[in-house]
DNA sequence: GCAGACATACGTACACTGTAAACGTACACT
DNA sequence: AGTGTACGTTTACAGTGTACGTATGTCTGC
């Protein structure tokens, strides 16, 4: 009996899986993180919640594309001839701008488990900036760690396990080639660090303790090198 | 009807607010994040749900005792005369291993608001480090920006803001005053870095931007140094 | 010993959350 | 014209934190 099917309805623009997740970033950013809600984001939309999950899978399926878009806003410049250093800096601090901007990705980055495509796309730049930059795999590795909760503003520690049993041996190697095309530098170190350590492909092949300390030493002695000088 | 008021009740401890913090963190421990809900808490303490609000104001408190319970795990040792990176290194590292040990609470952490004293203490003890070790107070102010994420394995940015207009003047003189004599050291920068920038007592005193440049080029200078070096 | 007072635990209820299942409708293709 | 599929709605359920009113202790003054 709801039936208001007026001919000529006002031409709603359909829903899609973009829209919702841009509705999404902007009820995140008008209204903060605590007020995207599956039932808020569909009266953004002029729809009932349900009506979503014809177009995401659920609210973490949003929460990875909202990721993922945002992560899209940072532009990843080819890395000119001016050195690692300043190419490295430049692309940091686009990260930074882009996470203050929506202030509220941090703490949704850091409940997703998987990275998403524009992470990947992001942290393979990264790595192809040290490596062109006269960085060996290892210290490249070293630095991503390092750096860790600066590249994004946040820690990641991502990646921490990808499940014990997720996949046969063969399903990895699959998914490492086809990894391979795509992020081709960030193949290259996984490749070389899970070779020096004599894990299994289980575990992410270095040891976040040592890690740790790596960078934590690299700080301390920067700090030492400062308090000297001045 | 349910009167089941046998005299001589098996005698249970009454609860108690450290007896709830407690249960919490074992719990949490136990089964993770997650699990940590009112209902649960009181399922775990033979207890409903409200009972539990006789003895703590809201989750949010329990959250905050829990976090305070644990930073009292770390144990401040008092710096030995073995120079200031080891006694910061040992401090470090003892705070990972705490939150490494409860692996929930950086989560935690970052959904407060207002740092809990056993942070403040942990803090305190921090900068006494660096002050002793002939750091002056500005490059302490750095130094605790760039350890950040590394002092308790999390980025924290904390006290953002006190709120714009949370109180009057003589109101935060007499918190400064109070805090002086609990955190000394805490104090003393806190005056400093406020007196150097112009700015009132509103905002707290350092440019959040300038922090992270000052960070990240520590860092990239370390790398710079270690892969010229190898 | 007994009455009243007070702290505390309980049950109920409400407003939220995400989402599974069933239902209706409107369009496209055969 | 008939049919299938895509998509929006409705209803319902199991959670969450917590405000309110009631019942049960336990302790104190007479």
Same sequence: chains 1, 2.
């Avoid at 000529?8 to 209204?31: I, K, M, N, Q, Y």
Wanted: glycine share 8%.
């Amino acid at each position: 009996m709801t039936a208001k099917h007026e001919t000529g309805s006002p031409a709603r623009t359909p829903l899609s899986r973009e829209r919702v997740l841009h509705a999404a970033v902007a009820l995140a950013d008008a209204e903060g993180l605590p007020s995207l809600s599956m039932r808020r984001l569909g009266q953004e939309l002029g729809v009932e919640a349900m009506s979503l999950y014809n177009h995401v899978a659920s609210k973490d399926d949003v929460l990875d594309g909202v990721v993922d878009l945002v992560m899209q806003e940072i532009e990843v410049e080819p890395s000119d001839g001016a050195g690692w250093q300043a190419s490295v800096r430049r692309s940091v601090l686009a990260a930074r701008e882009v996470l203050t901007r929506h202030s509220w990705m941090p703490a949704v980055i850091e409940t997703r488990t998987t990275p998403t495509p524009a992470m990947m796309a992001y942290m393979d730049a990264m790595i192809g900036r040290f490596l062109a930059g006269g960085f060996s795999v290892d210290l490249t590795h070293h630095a991503l760690h390092v750096l860790g909760s600066r590249v994004l503003g946040f820690t990641q520690e991502l990646y921490d396990d990808d499940g014990p049993a997720s996949g046969s041996a063969e399903d990895a190697m699959l998914l490492f080639q086809q990894m391979a095309s795509q992020y081709p530098n960030m193949a290259r170190m996984f490749q070389e660090v899970l070779h020096d350590t004599d894990d299994a492909i289980l575990g992410d092949g270095c040891d976040s303790d040592a890690e740790f300390v790596f960078g934590l030493d690299l700080i301390l002695d920067g700090l030492e090198r400062l308090r000297t000088a001045s």
